[in-house]
């Protein structure tokens, strides 16, 4: 289960604050990825970065923001625009972008209160 | 984009059945299939997957077919154990266009094997 990190494994929020979930990798791995989890849904992919330095919205991007400054790091902020922000977070990463397996890390779970 | 459906949402089986999940793709360019199964508390782990060029790949007791030109596939689990009770999901990789090589997962299915 080593080698992709995620903290803190419980957040609460008050509403209308900004938080920043971190997920860190020490797999050497290009590509890192963002999914929001809910009931029923699935995993709806966030953002991705094929690299460093580069990213992607995903599939429901709007109110959330990310950075990749370096390759081990890929922390996700979810803004006081996201209308409904309570969710399970995970964090994954691969080899590259393409066709390789996800490794994910063992989540958040973000509260608003 | 892609659309991946995922049926049934719910499945109960008793110990040593078999069990069969269904996804469907829309995307007829998508030509990953992985498939990831979730422990109640654990993180999805990569259980099996299969390229478009393969019809069917067997790992022990689980299988996955694909039906390229019906664009759908599916998670064959034979001589179901307690331990395979999880939250199952597909995905399916987009081959081409400006999503190409996004992964997009199906709904889930939670499998439970009754002893």
């Known amino acids: 289960d080593g080698g992709i990190t995620q903290s803190p494994k419980y957040l609460f929020r008050k509403e209308g604050q900004n938080v920043t979930l971190s997920c860190e990798q020490n797999?050497?791995?290009?590509?890192m990825y963002w999914y929001r989890q809910d009931p029923g849904q699935g995993l709806r992919l966030i953002y991705y970065?094929?690299?460093?330095?580069?990213?992607q919205k995903g599939d429901i991007a709007e109110g959330y923001s990310v950075s990749r400054e370096k390759k081990e790091s890929f922390p996700l902020t979810v803004t006081s625009a996201q209308k409904n922000p309570t969710a399970f977070y995970l964090c994954?990463?691969?080899?590259?972008?393409?066709?390789?397996?996800?490794?994910f890390g063992p989540g958040t779970r973000l509260t608003v209160l | 984009g892609e659309n991946v459906e995922q049926h049934p949402s719910t499945l109960s089986v008793q110990e040593g059945d078999s069990a069969v999940i269904k996804c469907t793709y829309s995307?007829?360019?998508?030509?990953?299939f992985p498939w990831y199964k979730q422990e109640l508390g654990k993180r999805p782990q990569l259980i099996i997957d299969?390229?478009?060029?393969?019809g069917e790949k067997k790992d022990q007791r689980i299988a996955v077919t694909l039906n390229k030109t019906a664009k759908h596939f599916s998670l064959h689990i034979t001589e179901t154990q307690p331990e395979d009770s999880a939250v199952y999901f597909c995905?399916?990789?987009?081959?081409?266009?400006?999503?190409?090589?996004?992964?997009?997962f199906g709904q889930g299915t939670i499998l439970t094997v009754h002893p």
């Open positions: 994954a990463s691969s080899i590259d972008y393409l066709y390789n397996e996800q490794f």
């Open positions: 797999l050497n791995h290009d590509a």
């Open positions: 970065s094929q690299i460093v330095n580069d990213f």
């Open positions: 995307d007829s360019a998508s030509n990953y």
């Open positions: 299969i390229r478009s060029n393969v």
């Open positions: 995905a399916a990789v987009q081959g081409g266009g400006t999503s190409y090589g996004k992964l997009t």
